[in-house]
């Protein structure tokens, strides 16, 4: 550390080493240099490769199928099903549910209509890992009866990252509306309850430490609450804010650095979204390299073989403790008065569009995409 410190202060020439600092949207400083710190752990329940999800969301319920099916095929271990109005049968045809993880992303009637799918099926409902997105829960009992297990509800921090919500406030956040959900059936295991979905984006540290911290702020919720500790199903997913639509394979890069992110701070499931998305309905081969960027990550970079692996570290601990402090914070004030925070809708220092704005290709690729909306 000295000599790190003199070797900066002979470049500086006098100057204060304070130049060297930033901060964060939240007001976090960041220090040119940390040494190590011992945090809480911020664990995954089990020691294993955290889930590749796909989007499904080809309005054609054959398409969608056709898509579903080759994913699955080609290393994805779940569905998300991202359509309101999703043909249900026509779209898991041939699908082996019990076999997958599912993601319902199509609010209330989209469950309605999964679990009547499964109704008609020679399938145990209990034997199926499906998250259901609710946001209604007078559903649950229903599905309750069916077998199903949940998470049922789902604390989806999407919406405010759209909102440019900073990391603290999308964090605080979440957590309202974890601690609703917990509220409404508190006559259910939490896990039983409610799931957590976070946005990863290209600040691969910032978003370390946020899916750190939601876990570490789940363990808080539940010991002031007076319940046993139980997992929190989290799952992530790439920003949408983030993705350029002029060079759209630079979001391939973008993608990586946000998987990387999230699944060193402990995800249990992901979805990467195609390239091509901000231009329209991304192709086959957008979609492979979603699913592509995950399973490189996993299988050949062996990212999920360190459970917490940034522990210990003075940057990105300093990082998840401020972090939980500030969304802490944050979310006290929603349980006080019933509000939201306020969003700065004019910053974007969170989403850089890196070299697409000033280095223009002299010629567009042709689109990824299926088709333009």
């Given at each position: 550390m000295d000599m790190w410190r003199a070797r900066v202060a002979a470049i500086l020439q006098g100057e204060s080493a304070k130049k060297l600092a930033s901060h964060t949207v939240d007001g976090i400083r960041i220090e040119p240099l940390y040494q190590q710190i011992h945090g809480a752990r911020s664990d995954r329940a089990i020691h294993a490769p955290w889930t590749v999800l796909q989007r499904v969301d080809h309005p054609n319920g054959s398409k969608a199928n056709a898509q579903a099916l080759e994913d699955l095929e080609n290393g994805v271990r779940g569905l998300a099903i991202a359509l309101k109005d999703a043909d249900v049968t026509r779209t898991l045809k041939d699908v082996a549910l019990h076999a997958?993880?599912?993601?319902?992303?199509?609010?209330?009637?989209?469950?309605?209509?999964?679990?009547?799918?499964?109704?008609?099926?020679?399938?145990?409902?209990?034997?199926?890992?499906?998250?259901?997105?609710?946001?209604?829960?007078?559903l649950v009992n229903g599905l309750l009866k069916q077998g199903f297990e949940g998470p049922f509800l789902e604390a989806d921090g999407r919406a405010f990252h759209e909102q440019r919500a900073s990391e603290a406030q999308e964090l605080a956040c979440v957590l309202a509306k974890i601690v609703a959900a917990l509220r409404k059936l508190d006559h259910l295991s939490p896990e039983t309850v409610v799931g957590a979905t976070l946005v990863a984006n290209q600040d691969m540290f910032l978003s370390l430490a946020k899916f750190r911290a939601i876990r570490l702020l789940w363990a808080r919720v539940l010991e002031a609450s007076g319940?046993?500790?139980?997992?929190?199903?989290?799952?992530?997913?790439?920003?949408?804010?983030?993705?350029?639509?002029?060079?759209?394979?630079?979001?391939?890069?973008?993608?990586?650095a946000a998987v990387f992110g999230a699944g060193l701070?402990?995800?249990?499931?992901?979805?990467?979204?195609?390239?091509?998305?901000?231009?329209?309905?991304?192709?086959?081969?957008?979609?492979?390299?979603?699913?592509?960027?995950?399973?490189?990550?996993?299988?050949?970079?062996?990212?999920?073989?360190?459970?917490?692996?940034?522990?210990?570290?003075?940057?990105?601990?300093?990082?998840?403790?401020?972090?939980?402090?500030?969304?802490?914070?944050?979310?006290?004030?929603?349980?006080?008065?019933?509000?939201?925070?306020?969003?700065?809708?004019k910053n974007k220092n969170s989403d850089p569009i890196i070299g697409t704005n000033s280095h223009h290709l002299p010629k567009e690729f042709e689109a990824a995409v299926e088709f333009f909306p």
């Open positions: 997958i993880h599912t993601r319902l992303e199509g609010g209330n009637e989209l469950a309605k209509a999964f679990a009547a799918y499964v109704g008609k099926q020679p399938i145990d409902p209990a034997r199926l890992n499906v998250s259901f997105g609710l946001n209604d829960a007078g319940i046993a500790f139980q997992p929190l199903c989290l799952h992530g997913e790439t920003s949408r804010r983030m993705m350029a639509r002029l060079d759209p394979h630079t979001n391939i890069l973008r993608a990586t701070g402990g995800t249990d499931t992901f979805t990467v979204l195609p390239f091509s998305i901000a231009q329209g309905l991304p192709d086959a081969f957008a979609r492979r390299m979603a699913r592509n960027t995950q399973l490189i990550l996993l299988e050949e970079s062996h990212l999920w073989c360190v459970a917490d692996p940034a522990s210990g570290s003075g940057y990105v601990e300093h990082l998840t403790d401020e972090l939980c402090e500030r969304a802490w914070t944050i979310f006290q004030g929603i349980e006080k008065t019933g509000n939201l925070p306020e969003f700065d809708s």
